[in-house]
């Protein structure tokens, strides 16, 4: 019997190739938890869905393992995995009713007929669609069609749960609305469950944990709250959310505490992922960090600024400024009349504390 709890999925100093040269995965090591959420995050060719291709069975790995609840499964064929997928075109037979489809996969494992009704009606009352049986997938929304696929995925009762992009398809909305039932559904069932998306709010939105790809390698492992709040590279800081970075030299660093010299002005900042003393290193700062006009002496970086533009959000009010020689540098500033002074043109002091202001490792070389 395999081991409760912990690394019920494993991947194991795993690498993919198809040409024989170019690693798209590169010496993964990767343990997901019984029950939980992992998103694997990052943009298009970072290897996320091709991590989720051989879980799946439908890749092979050049080298490295795969583990499923204590068993390998490199050379276990996909219908044995026991594994439920969801694609973003659905996949649903047109020709079938929801209920057929859903019956599908119960029906090829031999399953008894009131224990395969038992289990339709059961799953499409969990996906809201009690009333939706006896209809066909073009009668359905996407929407809705999302949710036969999410239950068809369910019905068999699979060890493990993976979506590759599955609300791609759809619009704004109603992906928004799909996010808060897939992770709803996920909390109910406790079923393990690996998701696939290039979007990082839909990552942050419903994952325990999130594995930001970058170059087929994992740059971050975190939960969504760590990731955004203490990223480890310039790259997460980037991916994750929206942010403000400055590039500088390394002048100091002691006590907790690095001094980055930019355009002449040196800051403050917390010492994360930095060279030596003499090297470049990316600042990395959240909008809502930065405080508009700030007492002096209340922050160690109070430095001026011009703005540049005004966009109104609603709660904030979008600010975009010129500092240290970079004009696309952006501040959520909270919407009340006591920055009504704002006005494109117009200079402004900004600051922020150093705890803040995360220094990183240095840009890419282009």
Request: one cysteine or more; proline letters at 6%; charged letters at 20%.
């Amino acid at each position: 019997m395999a081991s409760d709890n912990k690394h019920y999925v494993q991947f194991v100093k795993v690498q993919k190739s198809y040409d024989g040269e170019i690693l798209v995965v590169k010496e993964l090591n990767l343990d997901i938890e019984r029950g939980e959420f992992l998103t694997m995050l990052g943009p298009s060719g970072s290897g996320k869905t091709t991590c989720l291709m051989m879980l799946a069975g439908f890749e092979t790995a050049t080298h490295g393992e795969i583990v499923l609840d204590g068993e390998p499964i490199n050379n276990v064929p996909p219908h044995k995995r026991n594994i439920g997928m969801v694609f973003q075109n659905y996949a649903l037979f047109p020709h079938m009713t929801v209920a057929e489809n859903l019956a599908f996969p119960l029906e090829v494992r031999n399953m008894g007929k009131p224990e395969i009704e038992k289990r339709v009606s059961d799953v499409l009352n969990l996906v809201q669609l009690g009333e939706f049986g006896n209809r066909r997938p073009a009668q359905l929304s996407g929407g809705q069609q999302q949710r036969v696929a999410v239950a068809r995925s369910l019905v068999f009762e699979p060890k493990l749960i993976l979506m590759d992009e599955p609300l791609g398809a759809l619009d704004k909305q109603l992906r928004e609305q799909m996010q808060y039932e897939i992770k709803h559904i996920h909390d109910n069932l406790g079923v393990t469950s690996v998701y696939v998306t290039h979007d990082q709010s839909e990552a942050l939105t419903m994952s325990n944990r999130i594995a930001v790809f970058n170059d087929g390698v994992i740059q971050q492992l975190a939960s969504p709250e760590a990731l955004y709040e203490e990223p480890d590279n310039a790259f997460v800081a980037q991916f994750i959310g929206e942010n403000n970075t400055l590039v500088g030299d390394i002048k100091e660093a002691s006590n907790g505490v690095c001094k980055v010299e930019v355009n002449g002005i040196v800051i403050d900042a917390l010492p994360v992922n930095i060279g030596a003393v003499g090297g470049k290193s990316t600042l990395s700062l959240r909008p809502e960090r930065v405080t508009v006009a700030p007492e002096p002496g209340s922050c160690p970086n109070i430095v001026d600024a011009n703005v540049e533009e005004l966009i109104y959000l609603g709660d904030h009010i979008r600010t975009r400024i010129s500092v240290l020689g970079h004009d696309d540098f952006i501040v959520k500033v909270p919407n009340s009349s006591s920055h009504a002074q704002l006005k494109p043109g117009h200079p402004v002091k900004v600051g922020w504390h150093a705890r803040d202001c995360r220094a990183l490792d240095a840009p890419a070389a282009a």
